[in-house]
């Protein structure tokens, strides 16, 4: 069976808007006497924690509210940014308010720090030990045995233990005879599904989205199999759920809930959802945005997140040397997935196209 997929803020903004408030408080200081140290102090303590991160030795363990040295342990540090430290729970909950703004760009920083990370290719075809496409056409997920392997391997021709060319269609990783009927394909795929098989739960939730190979048209029920793909480790199944929310389908309409489930699947190397946030950066007009979500989705082989940025250079909203790069960054993915055995087998049908 063909498997199918659907296809914040800088430190020196903080520097800023916290030497603002402090050049302010001096004046105060100095009107209205050294009782305000205190107060200086905290926010002095406060900034230079979420400034320091990585080497934060000169803070230490010193509470951000009063300043005094509080505990080595992490139960009073802040739950969001998990990066300021408190004396006890007292001096946390009356220094929340104070935080707050810092603390969310601190977290916003932190999440887009995971975003924008270039994720791990994908893995190897386990035949030609070449890394599979990123273009579904390009691979077959195999019922049979549960392998992925790509489409110049499974169109390839399969040779029994004397060399001799097998006629019967067979799977070129475990040689079982190919399904051919939807009844043998179901049996084969509920085996899998018994065996916590993501991408064969996720292809079960994917006939019920469709209705198709004697499933009832069931959107709910494929939302609840696709929870339970990703939660076994198909990034796919993040996708799927994000378009779930963006269009409605088996939950109401949550535009909110669609680019978080879209973010968690390019986090984890799902070209498509990648793209799609650099369309939503697209659409927001923020052109920065797009452009990293674009890039890094043409380093994994996605030809129209390449067009997206030769669009964008053309109305301005990329350079050329951005342009270049992607240009650079994709012949490098198509050094690393091209084949004489792959392009023979996309020459026979358009249907093994790999990029």
């Known amino acids: 069976m063909v498997q199918t997929e659907l296809s914040h803020h800088n430190k020196a903004e903080l520097l800023s808007s916290y030497g603002s408030n402090m050049s302010s408080t001096s004046d105060k200081i ?6 305000q140290t205190k107060v200086d102090l905290s926010d002095a303590i406060g900034y230079l924690q979420l400034l320091n991160i990585k080497d934060n030795k000169a803070v230490g363990n010193v509470c951000a509210n009063c300043g005094k040295e509080g505990s080595s342990d992490n139960t009073n540090t802040c739950n969001k940014c998990k990066e300021v430290k408190y004396c006890n729970a007292a001096c946390k909950k009356k220094h929340r308010s ?7 760009r601190r977290v916003a920083e932190l999440h887009d720090e995971k975003l924008f990370k270039q994720p791990p290719p994908k893995e190897d075809c386990p035949i030609c030990f070449l890394r599979l496409p990123t273009l579904v056409s390009g691979s077959r997920y195999k019922t049979c045995c549960g392998k992925t392997i790509c489409s110049g391997c499974s169109n390839a021709p399969v040779y029994d233990n ?12 475990c040689r079982v005879p190919t399904p051919t009927t939807d009844e ?4 084969m795929e509920k085996k899998r599904f018994a065996d916590n098989d993501p991408i064969a739960i996720f292809n079960i939730g994917l006939n019920y989205s469709e209705g198709m190979y004697g499933y009832p048209l069931d959107y709910v029920k494929a939302l609840e199999l696709w929870h339970q793909a990703a939660g076994l480790g198909y990034t796919g199944a993040y996708t799927n759920i994000g378009y779930a929310y963006n269009n409605g389908e088996g939950v109401e309409i949550n535009k909110k809930k669609a680019i978080h489930y879209f973010e968690l699947a390019a986090m984890r190397g799902d070209v498509t959802a990648r793209y799609n946030l650099g369309i939503e950066g697209e659409k927001a007009d923020n052109f920065d945005r797009a452009l990293k979500h674009h890039m890094i989705a043409v380093r994994d082989g996605h030809e ?16 050329k040397d951005d342009y270049t790069k992607a240009l650079q960054l ?4 198509l050094s690393e997935i091209k084949s004489d055995q792959r392009e023979k087998a996309a020459a026979a049908k358009k249907e093994n196209r790999y990029y």
């Open 30 to 35: 100095c009107k209205e006497g050294a009782s």
């Open 330 to 333: 994709y012949q490098e993915y």
């Open 184 to 187: 043998e394909i179901n049996e």
């Open 98 to 104: 104070k935080h707050k703004k810092a603390c969310d």
């Open 162 to 173: 004397q060399g001799n060319k097998v006629d019967e269609k067979k799977c070129a990783f």
């Open 304 to 319: 129209n997140s390449l067009k997206e940025i030769q669009k964008m250079y053309s109305y301005g909203h990329a350079t």
